[in-house]
């Protein structure tokens, strides 16, 4: 295995590294600035279109979609160092190249499964940054992290489906830019074969009998990047039958098609995080001082930055690996290796900024420095595209199936 960037990656990284310098970093304040004067907190800040038609014209667009047609033709091994780079500034850098959660995902749906015509309608604008999307599985009346409890109905009548449930969580789906929800539910309930029984299907916005109710809070953060987290309702919700992505009982097989580049591109992203969280500690270390001495001479303080080196160093080849079994093997054969990254990233990201936090202090915990937001995302990780324990459940099976 050789991990070596090619000459593409190189030259992509330092393009998006001076983007970064020259336009995210100075852009961060702006943007909250922006946003307190809005009428929507929802809406978006001039800054941030800004920063897209930039990227746009420095070709730095769609960079996640392996297919040179509609994205940038990288490979997972290609992207992963960039979505790296993006998980620096997450409230910004991914917005502003398009390759934001829960867009990816979606637009990967739409490329994998979707039909021309859905190409047409939704795949393009959302490939042109003209629309968002919102991705609807999580329901609060059951355990979401078995993907079988889903109990949304979408019910075939004629030449339409008939959908009703609550879903929670679904990101995306405040932003009045959000055209079209990509909806999973059950179109055979009694089917024998669980894993048959889902379907998703393509739900517009304006469809009479969604509501998006209200805005969940993320650690009281509304996480405005991410278009808000809702929680949406589906009554007598009716669109056409050419709507269903793929075919019935789809869905559960469609998911996890979606979920594996989606778990490569959050583990960089949190990668990301911890370096900018490891750069943080260290200006804060030789800037403070401390009971007659420097934070950066405090014992505590060096195993902190020593470990969190340690740390993100593993993570970054284990996760390299894995995008690198992905473009080789495909994504079952690389299973083992996904599920390690998602149980071990988010869990080691975490520890790295909460240790940055207790560096800074009160200031760790305020607005005033990127920690706490960089935080509440990592931690809540843990929990999307899967919790830790179920991840855990599976590796152990495979494990323990070479001895039973």
């Known amino acids: 295995m050789d991990f070596a960037f090619d000459a593409r990656t190189e030259e992509l990284r330092t393009r998006l590294l001076a983007f970064m310098d020259e336009h995210v970093y100075p852009a961060e304040k702006t943007a909250e600035e922006q946003r307190a004067e809005l009428a929507s907190p929802w809406d978006t800040p001039r800054i941030v279109e800004e920063l897209k038609a930039e990227a746009r014209r420095q070709g730095l667009w769609n960079l996640f979609l392996p297919d040179a047609g509609y994205g940038a033709g990288l490979t997972n091994l290609q992207y992963a160092p960039l979505a790296e780079i993006l998980g620096r500034s997450p409230q910004l850098a991914p917005t502003a190249l398009n390759c934001a959660a829960p867009d990816t995902g979606n637009m990967e749906v739409l490329f994998q499964f979707g039909t021309d015509e859905q190409k047409k309608r939704w795949l393009?604008?959302?490939?042109?940054?003209?629309?968002?999307?919102?991705?609807a599985m999580t329901e609060p009346d059951v355990a979401s992290s078995d993907a079988t409890n889903i109990e949304t109905r979408i019910t075939r009548d004629g030449d339409s489906y008939v959908i009703n449930g609550r879903k929670w969580f679904i990101s995306g789906a405040m932003n009045p830019?959000?055209?079209?929800?990509?909806?999973?539910?059950?179109?055979?309930?009694?089917?024998?074969?669980?894993?048959?029984?889902?379907?998703q299907i393509l739900v517009p916005r304006d469809t009479p009998g969604l509501e998006v109710r209200r805005a969940m809070r993320v650690y009281g953060y509304e996480d405005h990047s991410h278009g808000g987290h809702a929680e949406v309702v589906f009554k007598d919700v009716r669109v056409p039958a050419t709507n269903l992505i793929g075919e019935e009982g789809g869905g559960f097989a469609i998911a996890q098609a979606r979920l594996g580049p989606g778990?490569?591109?959050?583990c960089m992203r949190l990668i990301g995080m911890a370096e900018r969280a490891i750069e943080l500690?260290?200006?804060?270390?030789v800037a403070r001082t401390a009971f007659g001495k420097p934070l950066a001479e405090q014992g505590v303080v060096r195993n902190w930055i020593a470990d969190a080196r340690v740390t993100v160093e593993q993570l970054r080849l284990l996760v390299l690996k894995t995008a690198w079994l992905m473009d080789t093997v495909g994504n079952r054969g690389a299973h083992t290796e996904i599920q390690s990254i998602k149980i071990a990233t988010p869990r080691a990201v975490v520890g790295i900024l909460d240790q940055a936090v207790q560096l800074y202090g009160a200031g760790g915990v305020s607005q005033d420095y990127p920690l706490a937001e960089l935080w509440s995302s990592a931690r809540t990780l843990r929990l999307a595209d899967g919790p830790d324990e179920v991840h855990q459940r599976s590796l152990a099976h495979r494990e323990l199936k070479k001895y039973l």
């Open 281 to 285: 500690m260290c200006r804060r270390a």
């Open 177 to 199: 830019d959000c055209a079209v929800f990509i909806v999973m539910g059950k179109t055979d309930p009694e089917g024998t074969d669980i894993r048959r029984q889902q379907s």
């Open 263 to 266: 778990r490569i591109h959050h």
């Open 124 to 135: 393009e604008p959302l490939l042109a940054g003209e629309i968002r999307s919102a991705f």
